[in-house]
T-cell receptor, first 110, second 114 residues
Framework: GIQVEQSPPDLILQEGANSTLRCNFSDSVNNLQWFHQNPWGQLINLFYIPSGTKQNGRLSATTVATERYSLLYISSSQTTDSGVYFCAVEGIYNNNDMRFGAGTRLTVKP | EAGVAQSPRYKIIEKRQSVAFWCNPISGHATLYWYQQILGQGPKLLIQFQNNGVVDDSQLPKDRFSAERLKGVDSTLKIQPAKLEDSAVYLC????????????FGPGTRLLVL
């Protein structure tokens, strides 16, 4: 099945700093989503972005489907941004199965 | 719009006991998913329903896990008998159809098997 790799696995930032999280995937995709899992375990949708660029406040994401990667940008980070960020994809040959990466654990220090 | 509801939020059982989890998806969502998330890992799909039919259960350990969605709305996931390695968070998600749409997740049920 499709493989999803996220980097870096861990990231520690000072409040106000910017960051870029990366998601590589091994095959063509129908669906790509970025999620934030907060400390209470809730998975929160950030972006549905199988291709192109989207922005929502301090967050933006870009997916280059032809090169099989997606980037999540966090600008002016805040302590509430802490948590685990997951990339999840559905391959075009197996779109019943959303595969998650292992996540990037972000810690933002005040 | 109400989100995906799950209960209970926490459950502690001993190995070899049985346990059941309940999920109510967002109103009108035809597709429902159950995921298992082991500590430190991303969620893994267990089973997918389209209305009340199973679309994919290839990763469901069918010797001990079962799931149903009898009326095409809410769903239950059961484990019988539980093993220590079943300790995880069980997440339910739903989406309107089966196409290129966002999945919405519930808060999850944290299971600890002692």
């Amino acid at each position: 099945g499709i493989q999803v790799e996220q980097s870096p696995p861990d990231l520690i930032l000072q409040e106000g700093a910017n960051s870029t999280l990366r998601c590589n995937f091994s095959d063509s995709v129908n669906n790509l989503q970025w999620f934030h899992q907060n400390p209470w375990g809730q998975l929160i949708n950030l972006f549905y972005i199988p291709s192109g660029t989207k922005q929502n406040g301090r967050l933006s994401a870009t997916t280059v489907a032809t090169e099989r990667y997606s980037l999540l940008y966090i600008s002016s980070s805040q302590t509430t941004d802490s948590g685990v960020y997951f990339c999840a994809v559905e391959g075009i040959y197996n779109n019943n199965d959303m595969r998650f990466g292992a996540g990037t654990r972000l810690t933002v220090k005040p | 719009e109400a989100g995906v509801a799950q209960s209970p939020r926490y459950k502690i059982i001993e190995k070899r006991q049985s346990v059941a989890f309940w999920c109510n998806p967002i109103s009108g969502h035809a597709t429902l998913y159950w995921y298992q998330q082991i500590l430190g890992q991303g969620p893994k799909l267990l089973i997918q329903f389209q209305n009340n039919g199973v679309v994919d259960d290839s990763q469901l350990p069918k010797d001990r896990f079962s799931a149903e969605r009898l009326k095409g709305v809410d769903s239950t996931l059961k484990i019988q008998p539980a093993k220590l390695e079943d300790s995880a968070v069980y997440l339910c998600a739903s989406r309107p159809g089966q196409g290129k749409e966002t999945q919405y997740f519930g808060p999850g049920t944290r299971l600890l098997v002692l």
